[in-house]
């Protein structure tokens, strides 16, 4: 396997190993992004769900964990609490849109190395004045090892980016139930 590997670089165009290089890229910013974002989240999420749970047992004021408490005032006007909402949602979804980006420019990237594979394939073969199946078909096979690995990426990215937006999603929503509570309270 790691010969086949080897093999594999070591007869790729220049062109085939950017892609390569770019996918691999792509995977260690995804992997990067996602893991940095959700233990981001995560942590929000949790002091978000303390705060709310202390606004609905105790009736006590918001934590101080809570990201409402940082940025909104003693007064706690419908306006302040969605403004600030909205920042810490814009703060909260910042570089998720990069694994959208990634997992829908992957497939294209891959299918570019496979393409420029495939056409570096029959320039050898020109010279040829008989080629057989046997002679094309591992030429084609190595050109869509870069398909496979465009669509290998997107598929981490993708998956990556629905678990971030997720999270965002709960976030907001103990935000909206605190402002709720602390609009009511007035």
């Not at 790729?12 to 691999?24: H, K, M, Q």
């Not at 005032?73 to 703060?91: F, G, N, P, Q, R």
């Not at 999270?167 to 929503?173: D, F, G, M, P, S």
């Amino acid at each position: 396997m790691i010969d086949t590997a080897l093999n594999y670089l070591n007869n790729g165009s220049a062109i085939t190993l950017l892609v390569l290089l770019t996918l691999s890229t792509y995977f260690i910013i995804c992997f990067w992004l996602f893991i940095y974002r959700y233990m981001t989240l995560n942590a929000m999420v949790f002091n978000e769900k303390k705060s709310l749970e202390a606004l609905t047992s105790r009736g006590a004021s918001l934590s101080p964990l809570s990201a409402l408490n940082k940025c909104s005032s003693t007064v706690h006007t419908k306006e302040i609490l969605h403004a600030c909402e909205i920042s810490i949602i814009k703060d909260a979804s910042s570089g998720i849109t990069w694994l959208s980006i990634i997992s829908s420019t992957s497939p294209f990237v891959g299918l570019f190395g496979t393409v420029v594979g495939i056409l570096e394939s029959f320039a050898k073969f020109s010279s040829q004045t008989k080629v057989g199946f046997s002679i094309i078909a591992p030429a084609i096979s190595e050109a869509l090892v870069a398909t496979a690995a465009g669509i290998f990426v997107a598929i981490f990215a993708y998956s990556f980016h629905q678990v971030l937006v997720r999270k965002v999603y709960e976030l907001n929503i103990y935000l909206k139930a605190q402002s709720e509570i602390l609009i009511a309270k007035g």
